[in-house]
């Protein structure tokens, strides 16, 4: 046991907390030095984590098999970029985009249509609700034996998740303008297209992108799933689940970091896609006084 180490890592832990404890009670006068302030506390607590798990791992002697230090996984990610890029491109490039443009899009595409037929709504979306309860692991097996074993069968499971809350939300999020507003357009001879585009559509953005953001979580989570029950010796999943077997615990560590920079980065973009278009929804204009 190296009590030396593990005390730093401890010390700097306590000193990183007291500094963002100071940083977030202050009040800046510039809108650039807030801006920085609200950067750097996620920033540091991050960093702190990491410091303190090195402290652990080297402070109490952990194996590397049950758990690596970050110093480790490190090493082997920068050491394994090649097989990284390359289980990235199969997984995320072509599996996740792939099947959520493919689910998102039907999902929304069918809710347009639901919301013109009441024998749809009543029919389609009641089953909608028991398919998306349905596990992954129990999709994936079937959806390997009907399209293969490459990225096509990743995109079936992603569009199976992704499908059903972009439906029920779209759905929902048709519904929200009030019965007075739909009234007024009424008023004014608009079409049904045209209350849909001009009224019903933009209240329904802050649902839709609800539905995005959570997909864009639930589609790397799927197919990284699948490609634990069949595919080439490339992805993610396949990475995870041979690593494991080999005990090369760093390996499995540094897929699970880039899976997830890759799944922040990507809520992230829908995130400042969903404040581009809904800047004039009380949620995003509050979170920006």
């Not at 800046?28 to 410091?51: N, Q």
């Amino acid at each position: 046991m190296n009590i030396p180490v593990f005390a730093g890592a401890v010390l700097f832990w306590l000193a990183a907390w007291a500094f963002n404890e100071w940083l977030v009670r202050q009040h800046f006068a510039h809108r650039t030095a807030a801006s920085a302030a609200r950067f750097a506390v996620p920033l540091l607590f991050g960093i702190t984590i990491l410091v303190l798990w090195e402290g652990v791992v080297r402070g109490f002697g952990i194996p590397s098999v049950l758990l690596p230090a970050p110093s480790m996984i490190w090493q082997r990610l920068v050491n394994s970029l090649p097989t990284l890029a390359a289980d990235f491109r199969q997984t995320f490039l072509k599996a996740v985009l792939t099947g959520y443009a493919l689910g998102c899009g039907l999902g929304f595409v069918v809710a347009i249509l639901i919301d013109r037929s009441p024998f749809l709504q009543r029919g389609l979306l009641p089953l909608g609700n028991f398919v998306s309860a349905l596990p992954v692991i129990g999709v994936a097996p079937i959806m390997v034996m009907w399209f293969g074993f490459d990225w096509q069968s990743k995109v079936a499971v992603v569009v199976i998740m992704t499908f059903f809350p972009m439906l029920v939300n779209t759905v929902s999020g048709l519904a929200a303008a009030s019965h007075m507003e739909r009234d007024l357009m009424r008023t004014y001879a608009a079409t049904w297209w045209q209350t849909l585009i001009k009224l019903r559509l933009p209240a329904a953005w802050p649902f839709i992108f609800n539905a995005l953001k959570i997909n864009s979580t639930l589609a790397l989570i799927g197919a990284i799933v699948a490609e634990f029950f069949g595919t080439p010796i490339v992805g993610m999943g396949f990475r995870i689940s041979t690593e494991v077997g080999r005990m090369n615990v760093d390996m499995v560590w540094a897929e699970i970091a880039v899976a997830a920079v890759a799944g922040s980065a990507f809520y992230g973009v829908v995130a400042l896609a969903e404040r581009a278009v809904t800047f004039w929804h009380p949620s995003i204009r509050s979170g920006r006084a």
